[in-house]
């Protein structure tokens, strides 16, 4: 048995605004002005103030990554002779979103927090304080493939939510605060996931980075690519940063260190001393990109880093297609292999 | 709560030494405990950070020789006698140094790649019973750039010390060899290959290139270890910039045994 509870619009409203006692909700919700294009909308991250707010049917275009490990980050301020850390809110924070974002997630504790001898200090802050909250994802949205990654299921959440027949469901693992319990009705729900997409990943398996390194499907994506970064940065696995310093302009003993997301199919990302730099080209960068994401992740940490959420493709002004690149890619391995 | 790991310490500047125009020694008064090849991030708040290898150190001390390139260093090489650095570390893995013990070490350094080794050059300078046989090969572009001409006249009253330059004007003075390094390889007295081992440290094209030379010579893969240069952040393996395929070369390097180092593809 399956404990839940049944909300109407007006009860589920009186438990945001409980919850927002103590915590930060972060949901979907329509950005207005944001968009692509002038005068027009974008969903993403939001602190919603009634679940209408909260937009059920589409998919946002950035991940909730940025609430917990934030584009632009103050990592110390100092002066002269000291430093200090930033203040952290005191609240934790609650966030809507779907089973892939949450794997997404955990790809990214692997790294934040595992990779290394010693979890990243700021990551760890924000990301101990979060609870989840699932959003039921009942069809497949346009370029995902959740299916083909094994992310459609979750069972790490604290609740989930669907909105049916004008009633919100929630299935109840922690009933946070007792407050599901004190203002739904009960009874029994089940978490909705999708269990099919339109779009099927084949991931490659073994491969051979020298075989992989010298195929000439990379060489359409260096010509494409216009190394923009988009991919990246609306990827809810990607974790890459760089530290920046400024000094405020009154007072040059006194500034910041910060530090902000970076990505590995811009210019710059590898350059050392002496004009040296790794993956100049851009078909280089997509090999990259594409082996961290379904190959080399996976020998360090054991699942594949990709979720499938799609975004990457979602957003690439030049149309360039992930996961028509993995299963190029997976068509290619296996042509080698089968002419060996 | 845990330490941060991200917030640098002061590190009073002892003293300061020009090797070349470019680059400087630094001692710094520190109690950090490296080993042989590691590297620290150095910072001047306001202005960034940037990983620098230790080239030398001892009790209550660090030394490192920095070379003038950029936004952080061109600051570095801005303070005098009386001011600090910023720094945290130790970070990387390090040269095996006990298990070079009783063989014939070779080291060839290109340019600043002297740097990472010259810890480890000091240690068995220091105790030259440690090791059967010792050579060093040192490569720099001109005579203007040869790094720790001091320290390098001391190792070669105990041991095979070569130095060579690219290119010397014939004004310059330079009595010694000119040519790449490649070119001292084939001349070294191999008698006990098989208990000889070779470090090899400098830019991409010269590690390539040198490695090539002594697998010639028939030094085998296993015997030979480098050091890597990367674009590198954090030094704790989350800002992702010095991955190459599932290896952070801040965390399982700088230092690659060849058996490894040649299988990693940018
Ligand atoms: C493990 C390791 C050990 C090193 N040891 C030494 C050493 O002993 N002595 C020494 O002089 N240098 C060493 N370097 C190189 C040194 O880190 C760079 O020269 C330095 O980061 C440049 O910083 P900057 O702010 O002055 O230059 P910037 O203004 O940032 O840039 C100038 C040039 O340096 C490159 N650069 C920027 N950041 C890095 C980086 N993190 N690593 C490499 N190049 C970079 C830029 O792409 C550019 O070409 C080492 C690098 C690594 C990874
Ligand atoms: S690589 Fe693309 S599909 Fe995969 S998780 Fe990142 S944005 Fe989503
Ligand atoms: S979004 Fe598209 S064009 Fe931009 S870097 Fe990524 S693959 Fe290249
Ligand atoms: S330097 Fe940041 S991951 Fe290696």
Redesign the interface.
């Known amino acids: 048995m399956l404990v839940g509870y049944r909300f109407s619009a007006k009860e589920f409203n009186a438990l945001l605004t409980e919850l927002k006692q103590k915590y930060r909700v972060y949901a979907p919700v329509l950005l207005k002005g944001k968009g692509r294009f002038s005068n027009s909308d974008i969903v993403g991250y939001g602190e919603p103030n009634t679940i209408e707010d909260i937009v059920f049917g589409h998919k946002s275009y950035f991940s909730a990554k940025e609430i917990f490990y934030p584009i632009n980050q103050t990592?110390?301020y100092?002066t002269a002779d000291e430093?200090s850390?930033p203040k952290v809110d005191p609240r934790d924070i609650i966030i809507f979103l779907r089973s892939c974002d949450i794997h997404a997630v955990d790809r990214l504790d692997n790294?934040?927090l595992k990779?290394?001898?010693?979890?990243?200090?700021?990551?760890?802050?924000l990301r101990s304080k979060v609870k989840f909250i699932l959003m039921d994802c009942i069809n497949s949205f346009d370029n995902c493939f959740c299916v083909s990654m094994g992310t459609n299921h979750t069972e790490n959440y604290s609740a989930s939510i669907r909105v049916e027949k004008g009633f919100y469901l929630c299935n109840v693992k922690e009933d946070i605060d007792g407050l599901f319990s004190t203002l739904g009705t009960a009874m029994e729900v089940q978490p909705q996931f999708v269990e099919k997409n339109n779009i099927l990943v084949n991931l490659p398996e073994n491969l051979d980075?020298?075989i992989v390194?010298e195929h000439e499907i990379w060489q359409e994506y260096g010509a494409r690519c216009i190394s923009c970064g988009r991919c990246n940065t609306s990827c809810p696995t990607c974790?890459?940063?760089?530290?920046?310093?400024?000094?405020y302009q009154d007072n040059?003993?006194c500034?910041e260190?910060r530090?902000v997301w970076?990505s590995?199919q811009v210019d710059g990302?590898?350059?050392?001393?002496?004009g040296?730099s790794?993956?100049r080209e851009k078909s280089?960068r997509m090999r990259?990109k594409v082996?961290?994401k379904v190959n080399?992740?996976k020998?360090?940490f054991g699942v594949h880093m990709c979720v499938g959420c799609g975004r990457c493709d979602d957003v690439c002004p030049e149309y360039i297609s992930f996961s028509r690149c993995v299963n190029k890619l997976a068509l290619a391995v296996q042509e080698v292999n089968n002419n060996d | 709560?845990?330490?941060?790991?991200?917030?640098p310490f002061k590190a009073p500047i002892i003293n300061i030494t020009k090797q070349t125009e470019t680059d400087w020694t630094y001692r710094l008064a520190c109690n950090i405990d490296p080993k042989w090849g590691q590297f620290v991030e150095v910072?001047?708040?306001?202005?960034?950070?940037c990983p620098i290898s230790v080239s030398d150190f001892g009790p209550g001390y660090i030394e490192m020789t920095i070379?003038r390139?950029?936004k952080v260093t061109k600051v570095i090489h801005q303070l005098d006698q009386t001011d600090h650095l910023f720094i945290r570390g130790p970070y990387g893995n390090h040269f095996p140094v006990p298990s070079f013990e009783g063989k014939h070490l070779i080291i060839a350094a290109g340019g600043t790649g002297l740097a990472p080794v010259k810890s480890m050059i000091s240690h068995f300078y220091r105790n030259p019973e440690l090791l059967k046989n010792f050579n060093v090969l040192a490569g720099f572009k001109s005579p203007d750039d040869v790094l720790f001409t001091d320290a390098i006249a001391n190792w070669k009253q105990q041991f095979n010390v070569q130095v060579t330059v690219d290119n010397a004007d014939e004004n310059s003075g330079w009595s010694g060899r000119v040519g790449l390094i490649t070119n001292l390889i084939p001349e070294i007295d191999l008698a006990y290959i098989e208990n000889t081992r070779v470090v090899i440290v400098g830019?991409?094209v010269m590690m390539k290139f040198a490695a090539l030379e002594f697998l010639k010579r028939g030094i085998a893969e296993k015997n030979i270890w480098v050091s890597f240069?990367?674009?590198m952040?954090?030094g704790?393996?989350?800002?992702?910039?010095c991955?190459?395929?599932?290896t952070?070369v801040?965390?399982e390097g700088p230092v690659f045994n060849y058996t490894k180092s040649k299988?990693l593809?940018?």
């Open positions: 990592l110390f100092f430093y850390e790294i934040m990779n290394g001898s010693e979890p990243d200090y700021y990551y760890q802050q980075l020298d390194a974790s890459c940063f760089t530290m920046q310093d400024i000094f040059p003993n500034g260190r530090r970076a590995c990302f590898t350059d050392v001393a002496g040296h790794f993956r280089q990259f082996m961290h080399d992740y020998k360090r | 709560m845990t330490k941060n790991p991200y917030l910072s001047i708040p306001g202005v960034g950070e070379r390139v950029g830019p991409p240069e990367r674009k952040c954090c704790l393996g989350k800002c992702g910039h991955k190459i395929d599932d952070y801040c965390l299988k593809l940018d």
